[in-house]
């Protein structure tokens, strides 16, 4: 059973910074690839960034280019996202997921239950 459990959420205010880290189980964490996706209210979902299984490979959604960075260790069954220079519009819910099958925005098919991240003005 494959399970995403991220951590690292919290409220801060414009300009700071978060580190967000999922910690995965129940699959071979070197062979997926990884994301880290946001939902804030009233909006769909969107994906904020990706990495290859290797982890020398990163696409970043034009919003968070330059201030987010993402990061795995293979070693740790674990992926991390740097968040810097935060603003308010970065205030959502923010979900880890795995695709076993490609890099794909829409084949990234196990998710976590998601950390709150809350950034005020």
């Known amino acids: 059973q494959v399970q995403l459990v991220e951590s690292g959420g919290g409220s801060v205010q414009t300009g700071g910074s978060l580190r967000l880290s999922c910690a995965a189980s129940?699959?071979?964490?070197?062979?997926?690839?990884m994301g880290w996706f946001r939902q804030a209210p009233g909006k769909e979902r969107e994906g904020v960034a990706r990495?290859?299984?290797?982890?020398?490979?990163?696409t970043y959604a034009d919003s968070v280019k330059g201030r987010f960075t993402i990061s795995r260790d293979n070693a740790k069954n674990t992926v991390y996202l740097q968040m810097n220079s935060l603003k308010p519009e970065d205030t959502a819910m923010y979900y880890c997921a795995a695709s076993v099958r490609s890099w794909s925005w829409n084949d990234f098919g196990y998710w976590g239950q998601g950390t709150q991240v809350t950034v005020s003005s």
């Open positions: 129940g699959l071979t964490f070197s062979r997926p690839f």
């Open positions: 990495i290859n299984p290797s982890g020398d490979f990163q």
